[in-house]
C-alpha cells in the first residue's frame, strides 16, 4: 500500500545530542517537504526536494538539515537538539510535474521534545 | 507571497450541527487543499480543489477560484470531527518555491456530544 512512514513517532532526548528523523514513501513521489508545526499554530515549510541529491530551504529558517540520497527516502537531521527544537516535524510528498495534480499526502508526524 | 486567511479560528457545535469553514487566499492558485489534524496530530488529506465542488460522504467543498475563497461545509457533525481544520494553497508545480503549499492558520472544531 502506497503510503509515508515517519520514524520515531515520539522522541525525548537530551539537549546537545544528535538526532536524525526519518521519512521514507512508497507512493512513488518525487517531492518531497519536511514542516514544523507547534502545538496549536500552522505548518511552517523548512526543507524540500525535487529529487536525488536535491534540497532546498523552505520558508522557516532551520538549523536542521536534510539530504535526499534515494528517491524513497528524505531524512532530517539536528546535530546538536536544543529546546527550542521541540515541535512536531510533518513529512509529506508530491509528485512533481508541471501542469499535474500535486496533491500532497502527510506522514503521522514526529512530536520531538529537547529536555 | 500569497497570504492564506481561515475563519472562523475556533468554532463550537452540538453533534448534528451543520457547519461552514472559510478560506480566502489573496492570489490566483494552482493547488488547494482542505486536511483535517486529528488530536494524534497527523493531517489527513480531505479534498484537492483547486475549483470547483466535490463531496465525500458528510463533508463537501467549494473554491470559486475567481473569488479567492473556497468552502468546507460539515453536515451532520459527529464528535470525531473534531480537530483543527487546515486550507493550504500553491500556485502549482513549477520551478522554485511557487509550487510549496501556504497554510492558513487553522479552524479548531470542537463537536460537543
Known amino acids: 500500500e502506497a503510503d509515508i512512514y515517519q520514524t520515531p513517532r515520539y522522541l525525548v532526548i537530551g539537549t546537545g545530542k544528535k538526532i536524525t528523523l526519518e521519512c521514507s514513501q512508497t507512493?512513488?513521489?518525487?517531492?518531497m517537504y519536511w514542516y514544523q508545526q507547534d502545538p496549536g499554530m500552522e505548518l511552517h515549510l523548512i526543507h524540500y526536494?525535487?529529487?536525488?541529491?536535491?534540497?532546498e530551504k523552505g520558508d522557516l529558517s532551520s538549523e536542521s538539515t536534510v539530504s535526499r540520497i534515494r528517491t524513497e527516502h528524505f531524512p532530517l537531521t539536528l546535530e546538536s537538539a536544543r529546546p527550542s527544537h521541540t515541535s512536531q516535524y510533518l513529512c509529506?510528498?508530491?509528485?512533481?510535474?508541471?501542469?499535474?495534480?500535486?496533491?500532497?499526502?502527510f506522514g503521522p508526524g514526529t512530536r520531538l521534545t529537547v529536555l | 507571497g500569497i497570504q492564506v486567511e481561515q475563519s472562523p479560528p475556533d468554532l463550537i457545535l452540538q453533534e448534528g450541527a451543520n457547519s461552514t469553514l472559510r478560506c480566502n487566499f489573496s492570489?490566483?492558485?494552482?493547488?488547494l487543499q482542505w486536511f483535517h489534524q486529528n488530536p494524534w496530530g497527523q493531517l489527513i488529506n480531505l479534498f484537492y480543489?483547486?475549483?470547483g465542488t466535490k463531496q465525500n460522504g458528510r463533508l463537501s467543498a467549494t473554491t470559486v477560484a475567481t473569488e479567492r475563497y473556497s468552502l468546507l461545509y460539515i453536515s451532520s457533525s459527529q464528535t470525531t470531527d473534531s480537530g483543527v481544520y487546515f486550507c493550504?494553497?500553491?500556485?502549482?508545480?513549477?520551478?522554485?518555491?511557487?509550487?510549496?503549499?501556504?497554510f492558513g492558520k487553522g479552524t479548531k472544531l470542537s463537536v460537543k456530544p
Open positions: 526536494s525535487y529529487g536525488v541529491n536535491s534540497t
Open positions: 480543489i483547486p475549483s
Open positions: 492570489d490566483s492558485v494552482n493547488n
Open positions: 509529506a510528498s508530491s509528485e512533481y510535474i508541471p501542469d499535474r495534480n500535486n496533491e500532497q499526502f
Open positions: 507512493m512513488g513521489h518525487d517531492k
Open positions: 493550504a494553497v500553491s500556485r502549482g508545480n513549477y520551478g522554485g518555491s511557487q509550487g510549496n503549499l501556504i
